[in-house]
């Protein structure tokens, strides 16, 4: 039997750490390629997760008048780029939810699904300069741990330190730093590279590099 305050918050605070930690990055993967896979390697070793789950949104609302390339090709190129790569894993929780996706709402669901892992979200710079402005974005930083990549965004207006800062005075958000040097690599630019007849080789995986080929994906 606890014998007060603190061997409550001990006992709390010892169930959390044991349990699962898992990191997810979302995306469009349109196509996936060389930058998101070792940014997830670079968070799976610098915070010492169990695993990295590459989780491919099905209808995401803020690209609603771009045209994204069907749910299952892009789906099967993520799975092909991390099926060989230890404690990266490709989940379609997302891509099996009808209608838009939001973040708050896709990380209440694996909350309830999972309620013995602790998750930690890959977001980018823009993504934290404008995490306030998502849908119920208190959510989000109260269910995972935030983890970001400093990269040049210049529409920010506060400092990288200054903005970390902000989220957790506001949110009491939990943001760890990776130290992960940016790779000058775009799912857009693999996209106009393959319009334009030119070699993605050194991009993207040599198997998600064949499957846009078969597919002729981009033309």
Not at 4 to 27: A, W
Not at 108 to 117: N, S, T, V
Not at 127 to 146: G, H, N
Not at 154 to 178: E, G, H, N
Request: glycine share 4%; hydrophobic share 35%.
């Amino acid at each position: 039997m606890l014998s007060s305050e603190t061997d409550r918050e001990v006992s709390s605070k010892v169930t959390k750490d044991n349990r699962k930690q898992v990191g997810i990055m979302g995306g469009t993967f349109d196509p996936i390629h060389n930058a998101h896979l070792a940014l997830g390697e670079c968070a799976l070793k610098q915070l010492h997760l169990d695993e990295m789950w590459f989780m491919p949104a099905r209808d995401p609302y803020f690209k609603k008048k771009k045209h994204v390339t069907p749910a299952a090709l892009r789906s099967r190129m993520t799975e092909l780029a991390v099926e060989d790569i230890s404690g990266f894993k490709m989940s379609t929780f997302e891509l099996e939810r009808d209608g838009e996706t939001y973040t708050a709402e896709t990380l209440e669901k694996l909350h309830e699904i999972y309620p013995d892992i602790h998750f930690y979200f890959i977001v980018g710079s823009d993504s934290m300069y404008q995490i306030d402005t998502w849908w119920r974005p208190e959510t989000v930083m109260r269910l995972a741990t935030l983890v970001v990549a400093e990269r040049e965004y210049p529409d920010r207006q506060r400092s990288f330190s200054d903005q970390i800062r902000y989220l957790k005075d506001r949110f009491d958000a939990d943001i760890r730093v990776l130290d992960f040097t940016e790779m000058d690599i775009s799912s857009t630019m693999i996209r106009n590279m393959v319009k334009n007849g030119e070699d993605i080789s050194g991009l993207v995986p040599k198997d998600v590099a064949g499957y846009i080929a078969e597919h002729e994906l981009y033309r």
